[in-house]
């Protein structure tokens, strides 16, 4: 056991412990408590309702933002009337936002147009300058810190902005400096995801470890980042499902005349959860689709999506409209249960009591999806596009299938349509594979105890 100053692990998040996000961070949490004295949380800023449980050994703080993230009213006020520095970030401004330069793509992705970059700028630089600004709490977030071993942000864009400063302002205050450590996933690590991500240089410079969880976040940051930290590792998220049997694991093919498909993510542009029901549209009016599901036995399909976002209103009123043309009409049955942001127990729940066939995730970036490895958990096979470290999880195959990242609703529907089609034979290996997946790579009990052991020991 280390000694309680060298110990001390101060974290910064988004919104945990409020609200129901960040849901893999709450499993990694207790496994982090194990390994350190004490545990200090600063989220970015609180949402309203739900604040879950911590460990004893853990306390958490004012957040960083005394307003809501998306507040426009909020940022303009918070942002520009302090006396926070900003020369910081001219050459940010007039380099990369305006002119566009040294925007690390990936293969396939294009930069932000100019507005865009303009406002993604301007968003983070006055979250930054409001965060900034806010002295009496940064120098709280100063005294925390100066007694810690290590300085954990969970996610690689928003608070971290803060590191520079940090370190700036800890470089002759205290004889040995924290450790910043700093782990990316994949729309705060890949600069293709929104098409621009600004002070990328400044976090990493300023940045001791990056912990990222692929490969091929990892090969990413050393190929388009220097000075890159010092260890770029990666540590791969897990899943629990919490010691409990999984009902959807069976040899036998199921008896159900509903072909069940489930979806989980934030209904955003990114997530492109739309293409699925443009899948569904397409696939009622397929004739020769509709034969295949009713030589499987199949009466009607059902998609569960769980998760909330800006376009959640309009997915749902685009649902309503087809499920209402679908009755005057159709003489094949679809149900559409659109969950908006739900608890994360009642998502296992749903997987434990009712199962899916099939689970679907096209997002346009992505860095190790946990919704994924939560399918697995369940035997559910997927289908998901081919970014980011996607293509890590599919191990143990098959276990579903991997598609382009450019896949239209007509090849989403040839798809479901392929996996539908499917000897039972074929179906049952891929939920047992599925399974076992998930057992050796993506069980939290594994994973997180081996990444806390190692942040502790670095």
């Not at 739900?50 to 998306?70: G, I, Q, Y």
């Not at 091929?216 to 540590?235: C, D, F, M, R, V």
């Not at 498909?261 to 899948?279: M, P, Q, T």
């Amino acid at each position: 056991m280390h000694d309680a100053y060298k110990n001390r692990l101060i974290l910064f998040t988004n919104t945990f412990p409020y609200g129901m996000g960040e849901t893999f961070l709450a499993e990694e949490l207790p496994y982090l408590a194990k390994e350190f004295s004490e545990i200090v949380i600063y989220p970015l800023y609180e949402e309203l309702g739900l604040v879950r449980e911590v460990p004893s050994n853990t306390r958490f703080c004012r957040a960083l933002l005394t307003f809501d993230h998306k507040d426009k009213l909020g940022f303009l006020t918070k942002g520009i009337f302090n006396t926070a520095p900003f020369f910081f970030a001219f050459k940010e401004f007039f380099s990369r936002t305006l002119l566009g330069s040294d925007i690390k793509l990936e293969k396939g992705k294009k930069k932000a147009p100019l507005f865009k970059r303009l406002r993604i700028f301007f968003n983070y630089f006055l979250m930054l300058r409001a965060m900034l600004g806010d002295k009496k709490h940064v120098e709280r977030i100063i005294g925390d810190i100066s007694f810690a071993d290590k300085v954990y942000f969970y996610w690689g864009d928003k608070s971290a902005m803060l590191i520079p400063f940090l370190r700036k302002r800890l470089e002759g205050k205290v004889e040995f400096l924290p450790k910043f450590c700093v782990r990316f996933h994949g729309s705060d690590l890949y600069e293709g995801a929104k098409g621009y991500l600004p002070f990328r240089k400044e976090i990493f410079s300023n940045t001791d470890f990056a912990i990222t969880v692929s490969n091929n976040g990892a090969s990413y940051i050393k190929k388009n980042y220097s000075p890159a930290p010092k260890l770029i590792e990666t540590w791969h998220l897990g899943s629990s499902r919490n010691g409990r049997e999984c009902a959807n694991i069976s040899s036998e093919p199921s008896q159900s005349k509903v072909f069940n498909i489930v979806s989980c993510s934030n209904v955003i542009e990114l997530k492109r959860v739309g293409l699925i029901l443009n899948a569904l549209k397409q696939l009622v009016h397929d004739s020769d689709a509709l034969k295949v599901l009713k030589d499987a036995g199949y009466e009607s399909v059902s998609w569960t999506h769980f998760g909330g976002g800006v376009l959640l209103p309009a997915l749902k009123k685009d649902a309503d409209e087809f499920l209402l043309s679908l009755s005057q009409g159709s003489d094949f049955n679809v149900n559409i249960e659109l969950k908006g942001a739900t608890p994360h127990k009642e998502v296992l729940e749903f997987y434990q009591n009712r199962g899916a066939d099939l689970f679907i995730l096209v997002s346009r970036s992505e860095g190790v999806p946990v919704s994924i490895m939560e399918a697995f958990s369940y035997g559910i096979p997927v289908i998901a596009t081919n970014v980011g470290g996607v293509s890590e999880l599919f191990r143990n195959c098959p276990i579903g299938y991997l598609v382009n990242s450019d896949i239209t609703a007509q090849e989403l529907k040839n798809q479901i349509t392929a996996f539908i089609e499917l000897p039972s034979e074929i179906k049952s290996q891929m939920r047992e594979n599925a399974f076992e997946n998930w057992a050796e790579n993506w069980d939290a009990k594994k994973n997180y105890s081996s990444f806390a052991e190692e942040l502790a020991a670095l």
